[in-house]
């Protein structure tokens, strides 16, 4: 007989999901695209939403309608190599690269740095980013039940508490929302929606997702039907969590400014918030709870980058990756969090077109026969717009300007801008992509048999 999960049972399960997902990193987005968004606020968010929280609760929903047993072996359904390749630089862009260094550095400039003289700060962040690393190495080598205990502690601690520090900045605004700067003046939506890509939360829910569905399976769940539609409703709790935590804090961020100024990163925001409302006691009690639960995504995230290469390079233990991985990111985490941000905007404008794309061939795979060269096709179209996106983001990020751009980067974005639509607001891969998907899906089902990609059994 099938297990029928109670409400309390996806209740725990979504907040599990919400604190994977919530790594404090998230924490620092919305506070700055409130600053800067100023009185444009709500188009802002709308569009942070659609990324930040929308696109993550598709990632967990394609993982679960897909039946795979991990992202490799979904995106296998391109080709093998790409799947490794795609997944190694997936892994290491939310792993070493980006995101697990990013947890260093939001634990130092949220949890330390309002306590720390301007002149000692790098000496201080580097100090601190040794020990928290060193942390981090000693439990991803041992892992234990403390750090589960921990995160269960830490997930409700933190909604607690920044549900507390959101109603009161609600009822009492620590100041006027200022006018929009930049971006925010003109294209708010779509400069909130770019933000989303931020968070890496599309990328992780790929990873996240089958955690979930093991979970879910574990409770006795067995039926494919049941299990999309407890990973759903899991799913929904989780995105629900985020986007009243995400609303929240961009609205805090919108009443600071006339305060504080405009800030560099978010990180200040918060904690100049909770020592505003709360004293040194608010500052003190966030700085803690932040620093364990950016721990606690640290851990999680280094155990899964050892986990996963070690199962591509079985000749190098697990041991050896996650000394190097966290060795990486103490080297990273030092270059200050607003360079981490700065240098990961490039790799995320090429990777998250191919992540989302990989979502919409997963539910629209039974309507094409599965069949292979429509994956392929989509793939390869998203591959040759975000490739370079990517390639002029990072010039950007470099403080290159247009004349600046080699010639035939300059000849490939005039052209795409010429004939692609929505290209300029970093979305000129969606109708190629869809056109392809169309139109080879249309020849897949007239020629089904030979071009379906081989089906793994589960």
């Known amino acids: 007989m099938q297990t029928k999960l109670s409400f309390s049972s996806y209740l725990l399960i979504g907040i599990m999901l919400f604190a994977l997902f919530f790594g404090a990193g998230n924490l620092i987005f919305p506070a700055q695209l409130g600053q800067n968004a100023g009185t444009n606020l709500w188009p802002a968010v709308i569009g942070f939403l659609i990324t930040g929280v929308g696109l993550p609760f598709l990632g967990i929903l394609a993982m679960g309608f897909s039946g795979s047993r991990n992202l490799q072996d979904l995106a296998s359904r391109v080709h093998p190599v790409y799947a490794v390749l795609f997944t190694s630089l997936l892994y290491l862009t939310i792993g070493p690269f980006f995101a697990a260094p990013r947890t260093g550095a939001v634990a130092f400039d949220i949890g330390i740095s309002t306590f720390i003289p301007e002149d000692s700060m790098r ?4 100090i601190f980013t040794l020990i928290f690393f060193g942390v981090t190495l000693w439990l991803s080598l041992n892992p234990a039940k403390i750090v589960d205990r921990v995160g269960k502690i830490m997930s409700p601690a933190i909604i607690v508490l920044l549900l507390v520090l959101l109603v009161v900045a609600f009822i009492n605004p620590m100041g006027a929302v200022q006018s929009p700067v930049d971006a925010y003046a003109n294209g708010a939506f779509m400069k909130g929606f770019m933000e989303g890509y931020n968070t890496m939360d599309a990328l992780a829910s790929l990873v996240f997702g089958i955690i979930v569905i093991n979970v879910i ?155 292979r060269i429509v994956y392929v096709s989509a793939t390869a179209v998203a591959f040759m717009i975000s490739v370079i996106d990517g390639v002029k983001t990072l010039y950007g990020t470099l403080g290159a300007s247009e004349n600046e751009w080699p010639n035939w980067l300059s000849g490939i974005v005039s052209f795409y801008e010429q004939v692609l639509p929505y290209y300029s607001e970093g979305l000129g891969w969606l109708l190629p992509v869809v056109i392809v998907m169309l139109f080879t899906g249309i020849i897949a089902k007239l020629f089904q048999p030979s071009m379906q990609y081989k089906k793994h059994s589960n």
């Open 123 to 126: 000496i201080a962040l580097f």
């Open 217 to 371: 399976r574990s409770m006795g769940v067995t039926d494919k039907v049941q299990i999309l539609s407890a990973t759903a409703k899991t799913g929904f709790v989780a995105a629900g969590f985020l986007a009243l935590l995400y609303v929240g804090i961009a609205y805090l961020g919108a009443t600071t400014t006339e305060k504080f100024g405009l800030l560099d990163t978010g990180g200040p925001v918060l904690s100049g918030a909770a020592s505003y409302y709360f004293g040194t006691f608010g500052s003190v009690m966030l700085a803690v709870i932040i620093i364990l639960a950016c721990l606690t995504t640290s851990i999680g995230l280094i155990t899964a980058c050892g986990e996963y290469f070690h199962t591509i390079v079985p000749k190098v233990s697990y041991k050896a990756f996650v000394m190097i991985f966290t060795t990486f990111c103490f080297i990273v985490s030092n270059f200050g969090l607003a360079n981490i941000i700065t240098y990961s905007i490039p790799v995320l404008m090429f990777l998250y077109p191919l992540a989302v794309v990989l979502m919409l061939l997963t539910f629209t795979s039974p309507l094409f026969n599965h069949s």
